[in-house]
T-cell receptor, first 115, second 114 residues
C-alpha cells in the first residue's frame, strides 16, 4: 500500500534559485501537512490543509515560502528565492480526520541543501 | 503558545534496560498524545498514542504513562533492544476537528548498546 510520496528525495541548489517540493498524500486522506525538520528547531509545522483548503499557514517562515494544494492528491511547497538557512528536511504528511484519533502518516522527506 | 517540552535530549541504555522519555505540556485543550519513532533517513512513524481518559497504555514493550493533573506523559521502553535506537518524539493535539494538527516535542535520540 502506498504511503505519502515525496519528491525529490534530495535536492542541492544554489542560493537564489527556486525550489519546488512535491507531495502525494495517502489516497482518501483529507488533511495534509508540511513540516520542516532541523537540528536546531526540531519538527516545525509550516502549513496544513484540510479538504485542499489552507487552514493555518502561521508556520511559514516568510513570503519566500508558498504552498498549494490544487487537488486532493497533490501538493507543492515552493521556496523562491532559496537561502542557505532553508537547508533542512521537509516532510509532507497526511491524515484522515475521524473518531479513531489523529494519526498522521509522514513521507520519507525531501532533503534540501542550499549552497 | 502551544508547547510540548521533552527530555532528555539524548539517552544511552544497555540492551535489556528500561528507556524512559518524559514530556510536559501546557495547553489543557490537548486531548491526544502520540509518540513517534524516527529512524535515520526516514520520516517519523506513529509508535503508540494515548487519550487523557486513561492513565496508562501498553503495546508490547512500549508503555505510555499519563498524568493529567501534572500535565505530563512519558514513554517507557522495556527490555530495550539495539533495534530501538532511533529518535523519539512526543506530540499533542487538541480536538478531532483541528485537522489532526500535532505539536511536537524536541525529540530524544535513544541509543541502545548491545
Amino acid at each position: 500500500d502506498a504511503g505519502v510520496i515525496q519528491s525529490p528525495r534530495h535536492e542541492v541548489t544554489e542560493m537564489g534559485q527556486e525550489v519546488t517540493l512535491r507531495c502525494k498524500p495517502i489516497s482518501g486522506h483529507n488533511s495534509l501537512f508540511w513540516y520542516r525538520q532541523t537540528m536546531m528547531r526540531g519538527l516545525e509545522l509550516l502549513i496544513y490543509f484540510n479538504n485542499n483548503v489552507p487552514i493555518d499557514d502561521s508556520g511559514m517562515p516568510e513570503d519566500r515560502f508558498s504552498a498549494k494544494m490544487p487537488n486532493a492528491s497533490f501538493s507543492t511547497l515552493k521556496i523562491q528565492p532559496s537561502e542557505p538557512r532553508d537547508s533542512a528536511v521537509y516532510f509532507c504528511a497526511s491524515s484522515l480526520q475521524g473518531l479513531s484519533g489523529n494519526t498522521i502518516y509522514f513521507g520519507e522527506g525531501s532533503w534540501l541543501t542550499v549552497v | 503558545q502551544q508547547q510540548v517540552k521533552q527530555s532528555p535530549q539524548s539517552l544511552i541504555v544497555q540492551k535489556g534496560g528500561i528507556s524512559i522519555i518524559n514530556c510536559a505540556y501546557e495547553n489543557t485543550a490537548f486531548d491526544y498524545f502520540p509518540w513517534y519513532q524516527q529512524f535515520p533517513g526516514k520520516g517519523p512513524a506513529l509508535l503508540i498514542a494515548i487519550r487523557p481518559d486513561v492513565s496508562e497504555k501498553k503495546e508490547g514493550r512500549f508503555t505510555i504513562s499519563f498524568n493529567k493533573s501534572a500535565k505530563q506523559f512519558s514513554l517507557h521502553i522495556m527490555d530495550s533492544q539495539p533495534g530501538d535506537s532511533a529518535t523519539y518524539f512526543c506530540a499533542a493535539s487538541a480536538g478531532e476537528t483541528s485537522g489532526s494538527r500535532l505539536t511536537f516535542g524536541e525529540g530524544t535520540q535513544l541509543t541502545v548498546n548491545p
